[in-house]
């Protein structure tokens, strides 16, 4: 034990069948749009329990995405939670519209369905949820209200692939689901991201916006002639990113299964330690764990916060804080009007976080580690 040790909160796990399958793709003749990018597009709409995939070069390129097809406009109003990474709301933006902030659940930070339907207006056209950490929301309650008031409804996925509530897999519990494909992610393209869907409209959309809002239709009846019939991106994903997705698509249940033992040995060493608390569970649901997340209880919580991390950072764990709350932001202040106190639950509980090491190639040994240096910075910060 010791500050020789380094383990970081995330890393990604590329091993012989990935190398070969990147080789593979590489020599294939197809870079880019080719058969690779259909085969990962197939199989991860099958794990996700829908029929539709478009990969996308990003997780956030897959939320602007799903945007666009919700035909998100300037004066609109989406509704997303504060703890997030600053993607979920931007894609808002990006489309010229006001992401407006309902606070999250003190217990799970998880979007709390009350507090969206407090904000609803004449101009909301839709939710953002983000299942924070890897747990799914409370889409039950969610579904509801977006079906009440005739609301788009979006899961950022981004943490919870391989996740499940009430039996249904993430990825079919809203009409679009997100993911990406970070290295720090549960399987890794190097960058990428997918949107997936039942509806064929949004699919049909989303292609095009990837391609530059180029429609391929004319292109498969005359060989030459295409149309740009809208503005979009160049979001295209290669095949020997896909062909990686695939590779590590094939590890997934097995590096979610893991995840969820490390949990389990953390909540068991966790959860009666004075001084912090691991988040709270959502009835039904099914964590994919992509983060570990404990928040730190008691007095003067930031200052607190800040030695155990330091503390922590000194004795080998790349610990991390998941999330300063989106609204808190200088870009957001000057340019959406937000403030400290709008969202007092995320704030509050932001002072406390911390995220610990989580990734499926960590050790039993490892998982002591971790849980004897927290004790021991809880003792001596
Ligand atoms: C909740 C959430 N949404 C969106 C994103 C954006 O994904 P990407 O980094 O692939 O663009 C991330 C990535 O960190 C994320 O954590």
């Not at 097809?69 to 489309?95: L, Q, R, W």
């Not at 393209?189 to 239709?217: L, P, Q, S, W």
């Not at 912090?276 to 003067?300: C, F, M, R, T």
């Amino acid at each position: 034990m010791g500050a020789s040790k380094n383990i970081p909160y995330g890393r990604q796990c590329i091993d012989e069948q990935d190398l070969k399958a990147v080789t593979d793709a590489l020599t294939s003749g197809w870079l880019t749009t080719g058969p690779k990018v259909a085969e990962f597009e197939q199989a991860v709409a099958e794990i996700s329990g829908v029929a539709h995939g478009v990969a996308v070069n990003s997780g956030t390129a897959a939320l602007h995405a799903a945007m666009y097809a919700f035909d998100i406009k300037e004066g609109d109003e989406v509704i997303v939670p504060p703890m997030t990474f600053a993607a979920s709301a931007n894609c808002v933006a990006y489309m010229k519209a006001t992401p407006v902030f309902a606070d999250v659940d003190p217990e799970t930070l998880l979007i709390d369905p009350d507090e969206v339907e407090k904000k609803i207006t004449s101009k909301t056209k839709g939710i953002i949820a983000v299942d924070y950490a890897g747990q799914p929301c409370d889409y039950v309650a969610l579904r509801k209200i977006a079906d009440k008031h005739g609301l788009f409804l979006a899961a950022d996925a981004c943490h919870s692939i391989g996740g499940s509530l009430n039996g249904e897999k993430v990825g079919s519990l809203a009409d679009i689901s997100l993911y990406s494909f970070h290295p720090v992610k549960h399987m890794t393209t190097g960058e990428g991201g997918m949107a997936v869907t039942d509806n064929a409209e949004y699919d049909k959309r989303m292609r095009i916006f990837r391609n530059h809002g180029i429609t391929a239709d004319f292109r498969q009846r005359d060989g030459w002639f295409y149309e740009m019939q809208d503005l979009g991106f160049n979001y295209r994903i290669t095949d020997f990113q896909c062909a990686l997705g695939l590779s590590q698509l094939s590890r997934l249940p097995e590096w979610v299964a893991r995840r969820r033992e490390l949990a389990a040995m953390y909540d068991r060493e966790f959860s009666d330690m004075d001084g912090l608390s691991p988040l709270g569970k959502l009835d039904g649901a099914k964590h994919a764990y992509h983060l570990y997340v404990i928040n730190l209880q008691g007095e003067n919580r930031s200052e607190k916060r800040k030695q155990v991390f330091s503390y922590l950072r000194e004795h080998g764990l790349g610990v991390q804080v998941h999330y300063i709350p989106v609204h808190l932001h200088p870009y957001y202040k000057d340019n959406f009007g937000t403030h400290e106190g709008l969202c007092p639950v995320a704030e509050k509980a932001y002072e406390g976080l911390i995220s610990l090491p989580m990734f499926p190639q960590m050790e039993d040994a490892d998982v002591e580690y971790v849980v004897e240096t927290v004790r021991k910075a809880l003792a001596e910060v």
